[in-house]
């Protein structure tokens, strides 16, 4: 049995340690906002937060998060209520095909939370994990920026 937190909400799953929690978040919990790309730890596609800090979801063993808090994209913010980096997503017209975005977000929120005010080189830096095909980064870039102010 694996016991966690994930948006809040406790999880007491009997899945095989060795899993991803990628797939537990997405084909056991349901949370479908979190996204496959590479399998391997390189695209950023999967990220979620542990604690607060940005992990690759698709690479971390189900049995390592055993009794952390996970957050997904579901539990960032609401219709109603978006979380700034949310807004400035929207703002800023940031998504394309939009698949690698709710990784770009896990990342962007996460950054915030521990440097509100970063620079243009410490966005660059901190988000240089997560792909995007589109190369939608100026306007990731600028969003981030704006959602610092
Ligand atoms: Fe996990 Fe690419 S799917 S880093």
Not at 50 to 77: D, K, L
Not at 99 to 105: A, K, P, V
Request: with cysteine; hydrophobic share 35%.
């Amino acid at each position: 049995m694996i016991e966690f937190r994930v948006n809040g909400n406790t999880q007491r799953l009997d899945v095989e340690g060795d899993t991803p929690l990628l797939w537990v978040l997405r084909d056991t919990i349901g949370l479908t906002g979190t996204k496959f790309g590479c399998g391997m730890g390189l695209c950023g596609a999967c990220t979620v937060q542990m604690n607060g800090q940005p992990i690759r979801s698709c690479s971390m063993p189900v049995s390592a998060i055993h009794g952390q808090e996970i957050t997904t994209i579901e539990g960032v913010g609401t219709m109603d209520d978006l979380h700034p980096v949310q807004q400035a997503w929207i703002d800023e017209n940031v998504p394309q095909c939009g698949y690698c975005q709710s990784g770009q977000i896990m990342s962007a929120t996460a950054l915030l939370a521990s440097n509100p005010n970063p620079s243009d080189d410490e966005i660059k830096q901190y988000m240089a994990g997560n792909i995007c095909r589109c190369g939608t980064y100026p306007r990731i870039q600028k969003a981030i920026k704006k959602a610092s102010r």
